[in-house]
């Protein structure tokens, strides 16, 4: 049931720390410093990943192959449904990563296949034991974050986001003591978040916007897509998420006062993404702040919505809960259906 919650989805916006706690398990050691993913032990990765993915699960793998990269890693992602074995290059070094929280989603398992048709290396990073994806790859991790009834994946999201991180250091071999930590302290950072946040009075101040547009740049770039995809789904309403310095390329044009601008302002190097609020602003429109910065950007901002400093590769997951709460909070008082949004399947079972 949904526990005394009005909607499953927000049952597990609130079962993230728990989540996250599953997917750590056994995985992250804090005494040697090490991260071990058992289900990999025979994984072999010498040369590039690429990612599959579709929907969440595609910004998730944006944010993971940005992990591998800095690892030194080569790393593309691939929307599932463009994925074509033809026109990009696969060799058997290649280690092919299907993301799919379902593990039944008809773009990405077709693209898996196609994969272990020229002999690449198949993992599947799934939720869901024995599902397609799972029984298709050579490799499986999954993500333990237990049963999701809604349709918009949220604690989904951030048990892929981790279990990426994890697989960062699993495929690099390496893993420093502030990663270790950041991640065991990252189920109660995220409590924090619940316990704190403030997006009520965010939801009830925009609700009647035309439009919301989400920006943030490195690993805070997935999160805006996702912040946007979010909102699309459940309240109906015209969102866009933006790597932040391509607002000035293009969707400016857009923005007026009947546009909040949700811009993620976290980590050391936030002075370029403030470049870009203060365009808005000169457009007249909100700005609504997720930051673990408030005294330096709160100036710039109608809202600020606060998270604990994590450092740059997991404070992104906590401004995501966030924006699944101001998704919630706006579904909720327009009266949406917001477990099961018209047009919407929880798993797609077609290509
Ligand atoms: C968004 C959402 C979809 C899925 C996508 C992939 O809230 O749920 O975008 O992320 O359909 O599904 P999986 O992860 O099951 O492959």
Redesign the pocket.
């Given at each position: 049931g949904k526990s005394g919650y009005d909607h499953y989805m927000l049952k597990e916006i609130y079962e993230q720390p728990k989540a996250i706690r599953q997917c750590l398990r056994e995985r992250v050691h804090e005494l040697e410093g090490s991260v071990t993913v058992d289900e990999l032990a025979e994984l072999e990765c010498g040369g590039p990943v690429q990612f599959v993915?579709?929907?969440?699960?595609?910004h998730a793998a944006l944010y993971g192959a940005r992990l591998l990269r800095e690892r030194g890693i080569p790393a593309q992602c691939f929307l599932a449904s463009e994925y074509d074995v033809e026109s990009i290059p696969v060799t058997k070094e290649t280690v092919v990563v299907g993301?799919?929280?379902?593990?039944?989603?008809a773009d990405?398992v077709s693209a898996l296949r196609a994969a272990n048709r020229t002999g690449a290396t198949t993992l599947a990073l799934t939720n869901v034991v024995g599902s397609s994806a799972a029984r298709e790859c050579d490799h499986v991790m999954y993500i333990r974050a237990g049963p999701e009834i809604g349709?918009?994946?949220?604690k989904?999201?951030a048990s892929q986001q981790v279990a990426l991180a994890m697989l960062s250091r699993v495929l690099s071999e390496e893993c420093s003591t502030e990663f270790v930590e950041g991640l065991r302290d990252l189920p109660d950072q995220v409590q924090r978040v619940l316990d704190g946040s403030t997006v009520r009075a965010v939801a009830e101040a925009y609700e009647d916007a035309n439009a919301y547009f989400f920006i943030g740049r490195g690993y805070n770039a997935p999160v805006a897509l996702e912040g946007a995809?979010?909102m699309k789904?459940i309240t109906y309403k015209h969102a866009e998420g933006f790597a932040a310095g391509e607002l000035k390329h293009g969707p400016l044009a857009l923005v007026t006062e009947k546009t909040p601008v949700f811009a993620l302002l976290t980590g050391s190097n936030i002075s370029k993404t403030l470049g870009n609020v203060k365009e808005v602003e000169a457009r007249d429109a909100p700005v609504v702040a997720v930051t673990d910065s408030p005294d330096e950007v709160g100036q710039y901002a109608d809202y600020v919505l606060e998270v604990p400093e994590a450092g740059p590769w997991f404070t992104p997951i906590l401004a995501n809960i966030q924006l699944q709460l101001v998704s919630y909070w706006v579904a909720n008082r327009m009266g949406r259906s917001i477990d099961k949004p018209r047009n919407?399947a929880?798993?797609?079972t077609v290509e």
């Amino acid at each position: 049931g949904k526990s005394g919650y009005d909607h499953y989805m927000l049952k597990e916006i609130y079962e993230q720390p728990k989540a996250i706690r599953q997917c750590l398990r056994e995985r992250v050691h804090e005494l040697e410093g090490s991260v071990t993913v058992d289900e990999l032990a025979e994984l072999e990765c010498g040369g590039p990943v690429q990612f599959v993915a579709c929907g969440t699960s595609y910004h998730a793998a944006l944010y993971g192959a940005r992990l591998l990269r800095e690892r030194g890693i080569p790393a593309q992602c691939f929307l599932a449904s463009e994925y074509d074995v033809e026109s990009i290059p696969v060799t058997k070094e290649t280690v092919v990563v299907g993301v799919t929280q379902s593990g039944e989603t008809a773009d990405t398992v077709s693209a898996l296949r196609a994969a272990n048709r020229t002999g690449a290396t198949t993992l599947a990073l799934t939720n869901v034991v024995g599902s397609s994806a799972a029984r298709e790859c050579d490799h499986v991790m999954y993500i333990r974050a237990g049963p999701e009834i809604g349709v918009a994946a949220t604690k989904t999201f951030a048990s892929q986001q981790v279990a990426l991180a994890m697989l960062s250091r699993v495929l690099s071999e390496e893993c420093s003591t502030e990663f270790v930590e950041g991640l065991r302290d990252l189920p109660d950072q995220v409590q924090r978040v619940l316990d704190g946040s403030t997006v009520r009075a965010v939801a009830e101040a925009y609700e009647d916007a035309n439009a919301y547009f989400f920006i943030g740049r490195g690993y805070n770039a997935p999160v805006a897509l996702e912040g946007a995809l979010k909102m699309k789904e459940i309240t109906y309403k015209h969102a866009e998420g933006f790597a932040a310095g391509e607002l000035k390329h293009g969707p400016l044009a857009l923005v007026t006062e009947k546009t909040p601008v949700f811009a993620l302002l976290t980590g050391s190097n936030i002075s370029k993404t403030l470049g870009n609020v203060k365009e808005v602003e000169a457009r007249d429109a909100p700005v609504v702040a997720v930051t673990d910065s408030p005294d330096e950007v709160g100036q710039y901002a109608d809202y600020v919505l606060e998270v604990p400093e994590a450092g740059p590769w997991f404070t992104p997951i906590l401004a995501n809960i966030q924006l699944q709460l101001v998704s919630y909070w706006v579904a909720n008082r327009m009266g949406r259906s917001i477990d099961k949004p018209r047009n919407l399947a929880k798993s797609v079972t077609v290509e």
